[in-house]
């Protein structure tokens, strides 16, 4: 199994940065992908970022040239820069595992609160 804990959420103004952080444990030699997704209220969850365990990495669109995925291998802890934060970037930010024998592992989220 693989065990996921985040931190780095908050509140900020439009145009400011965040890091969230994803730590994991556990299980880790047998994980794939790691993603970071999020969820907007009345909204469904959606891939944000990933980095895979061949250093491959893709962000969606809408944050391409803001957010940045990127990780430290010597504390495995992946990690989400989020910088020019706007209003709709708002949401419930979720770090996920997904492992060689098809499974996802899940982090207990993260809220991520842009004011204008």
């Known amino acids: 199994q693989v065990q996921l804990v985040e931190s780095g959420g908050g509140l900020v103004q439009a145009g400011g940065s965040l890091r969230l952080s994803c730590a994991t444990s556990g299980s880790i030699f047998s994980i794939n992908a790691m993603n970071w997704y999020r969820q907007a209220p009345g909204k469904q969850r959606e891939l944000v970022a990933t980095?895979?365990?061949?250093?491959?990495?893709n962000h969606v669109d809408s944050v391409k040239g803001r957010f940045t995925i990127f990780r430290d291998g010597a504390k495995n802890t992946v990690y989400l820069q989020m910088n020019s934060l706007k209003p709709e970037d708002t949401a419930v930010y979720y770090c996920?595992?997904?492992?060689?024998?098809?499974?996802?592992?899940w982090g207990q989220g993260t809220q991520v609160t842009v004011s204008s």
């Open positions: 980095i895979t365990s061949g250093g491959r990495i």
């Open positions: 996920n595992a997904y492992t060689s024998d098809y499974v996802d592992y």
